[in-house]
Nanobody
């Protein structure tokens, strides 16, 4: 059973930076892909970034490309989301999620939304 715990959210001014962390535990985590989603008030959940422990691939959404970076530690226990040049529209609850590896990120997102493992979420607020 995989478990996820997020940390690192908070309040930051526009243009600032934050780094989120997601600590994962579970014997089969190496067979999983993990990712960050966010949900702003009144909006659907948005897939922001993904990382596959299995094949090492990463994904960054166009909405944050060039500003956000995803990475993981060598022990495959913690995933990070480094957020730079933050904008007020980045304000949301950020969730860490994990699900087994699939062929392609679109498929993985659909699978994760349906049956993935989720963290509790961490609030990121960017003031203007």
């Amino acid at each position: 059973q995989v478990q996820l715990v997020e940390s690192g959210g908070g309040l930051v001014q526009a243009g600032g930076s934050l780094k989120l962390a997601c600590a994962a535990s579970g014997r089969t985590i190496s067979r999983y892909s993990m990712g960050w989603f966010r949900r702003a008030p009144g909006s659907d959940r948005e897939f922001v970034a993904g990382l596959s422990w299995f094949h090492g691939g990463t994904f960054i959404a166009d909405s944050v490309k060039g500003r956000f970076n995803i990475s993981g530690d060598s022990a495959k226990t913690t995933m990070y989301l480094e957020m730079n040049s933050l904008k007020p529209e980045d304000t949301a609850v950020y969730y860490c999620a994990a699900d087994v590896v699939t062929a392609g990120w679109n498929t993985w997102v659909r699978s994760t939304l349906r049956k993935g493992v989720w963290g509790q979420g961490t609030q990121v607020t960017v003031s203007s």
